[in-house]
Antibody, heavy 122, light 110 residues
């Protein structure tokens, strides 16, 4: 059974960096066509794609966040990490990681974590 | 303001059919696959439709997707109270090099 779970700090101060962990199970990020995306959602607002890490180590970033965003992964531990630098209150919201398996559902995000809520405040 | 536009709300009574539209441009919907997500209140999104009109395993056939030109639609037939949720369309945008989401449509089952 495929599952993902996000974890990280609930509260971050402005200008600090946020690091989130996505722990997943039921699939391997070394499988051809497999990816993990990050999506966030400010309170009461729409979804926003942040970026993606692929099975072949390719990374894709939303242009609006590229300068602040870093991804890393530990495939043996089934983990993907997101680091967002220079946090601002507008970065507050729920952060999700989600699987994409191109072979199965194209670039659709077919399994999502429950999300982790981050508040940026001093 | 999203580059992909959805009506902010829609409503229908149980058993009816409702359609949610998603309007974009040649750089996103016109040239790429459209995906639809359902987000129940307080929950994470789930994938309803991929590749314009394909249902992932487990999604009821009451949900269907279509695309024509630079617009796409999600139709829900035999509406149920549990379909009350926010619905988002999404596509890759070739000009922005970004995944774009619509602003979401809140569906109310009257």
């Amino acid at each position: 059974q495929v599952s993902l779970r996000e974890s990280g700090p609930a509260l971050v101060k402005p200008t600090e960096s946020l690091t989130l962990t996505c722990n997943f199970s039921g699939f391997s990020l070394t499988t051809r066509g497999m990816s993990v995306s990050w999506v966030r959602q400010p309170p009461g607002k729409a979804l926003e794609w942040l970026g993606r890490v692929d099975w072949d180590d390719e990374e894709y970033f939303s242009p609006s966040l590229r300068s602040r965003l870093t991804f890393s992964k530990d495939t043996s531990a089934n983990q993907v990490f997101l680091t967002l630098a220079n946090m601002d209150p507008v970065d507050s919201g729920t952060y999700y990681c989600a699987r994409q398996f191109i072979t199965l559902v194209g670039y659709g995000m077919d399994v999502w974590g429950l999300g982790t809520t981050v508040t940026v405040s001093s | 303001q999203s580059v992909v536009t959805q009506p902010p709300s829609a409503s229908a009574t149980p058993g009816q059919r409702v359609t949610i539209s998603c309007s974009g441009s040649s750089s996103n919907i016109g040239d790429n696959y459209v995906y639809w997500y359902q987000q129940l209140p307080g929950m994470a999104p789930t994938l309803l439709i991929h590749s314009n009109s394909q249902r992932p395993s487990g999604v009821p056939d009451r949900f269907s997707g279509s695309k024509s030109g630079t617009s796409a639609s999600l139709a829900i037939s035999g509406l149920r109270s549990e379909d009350e949720a926010n619905y988002y369309c999404s596509a890759w945008d070739d000009s922005l090099n970004d995944v774009v989401f619509g602003g979401g449509t809140k569906l109310t089952v009257l």
